[in-house]
């Protein structure tokens, strides 16, 4: 299984101050930054797109991990590129097999990493299956897309189990991210179920020391590591 790494999501900071949420992430040694895009279609909230993330990008090194929450990536995705995203995470709800191939040709065809994300009901399609030596993350949403500040819904955490044990199974390295409402009092049982890209939006902007909260997350991810 690959390493454990913090992704702090910045749309739970505040939105006008965007640069202080990357600083913060930089302090605190987080391993990437979670950009939470929403069109207003896909889900009910409007975030910020392409500018924003490019607005970002000269404030740091540290991999920008994109997760489009919306339902036209096909007309997107370049302009993501251009703007300096690591990672561009699509959702399967709106892709199939050929839909997919299509835009993983594109950004890995520009050097960038693919993910591939689904909401809690969402069950893991077998055309993604067939398609993991081509994702190099796995985005399993454990609360609806839309805003951060919501609870970990733990029925999806079976989800996590499934996917990291074919994942195993198949001996691949895909990483598994889970995203939504990681909190530390949930990190162990996260981790013992497979995940090991942590997104933290509350669990991490909404603390009272944020930098600290990133190597608080770390230290207890870490550990339920050292269990397994
Ligand atoms: C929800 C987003 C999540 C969210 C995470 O639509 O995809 O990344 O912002 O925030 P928390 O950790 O607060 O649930
Ligand atoms: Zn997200």
Redesign the pocket.
Same mark, same amino acid.
């Given at each position: 299984m690959n390493g454990i790494r913090i992704a702090p999501?910045i749309?739970?900071w505040d939105l006008g101050d965007l640069e202080k949420a990357v600083e913060i992430s930089v302090r605190g040694g987080a391993d990437q930054i979670?950009l !939470?895009v929403?069109d207003g279609h896909f889900?009910p909230n409007i975030t910020f797109g392409a500018g924003t993330v490019k607005a970002l990008r000269p404030r740091t090194d540290l991999k920008f991990d994109t997760?489009l %929450?919306i339902e036209n990536p096909q007309a997107y995705v370049e302009k993501f590129l251009d703007a300096g995203s690591d990672i561009i995470t699509f959702h399967a709800e709106v892709l199939n097999g050929g839909s997919f191939d299509e835009l993983q040709r594109v950004v890995r065809g520009r050097g960038r990493e693919v993910g591939l994300a689904f909401k809690p009901k969402t069950e893991v399609p077998r055309w993604a299956l067939d398609r993991l030596d081509k994702i190099s993350t796995l985005v399993v %949403?454990t609360?609806n897309?839309?805003?951060? $500040?919501?609870t970990l819904d733990p029925s999806v955490l079976p989800k996590v189990q499934q996917v990291r044990e074919y994942i195993e199974e198949k001996g691949l390295g895909t990483d598994i991210e889970v !995203?939504?409402?990681?909190e530390p009092e949930n990190v162990h049982e996260v981790v013992r179920r497979g995940g090991n890209v942590l997104?933290? $939006?509350?669990?991490v902007y $909404?603390k009272k020391d944020p930098v600290g909260a990133i190597a608080a997350l770390r230290e207890r991810a870490e550990s339920a590591r050292r269990k397994l």
């Open positions: 999501s749309l739970a979670h !939470d929403i889900a997760h %929450m %949403m609360v897309p839309g805003f951060s $500040g919501q !995203d939504g409402g990681v997104v933290a $939006g509350a669990g $909404g």
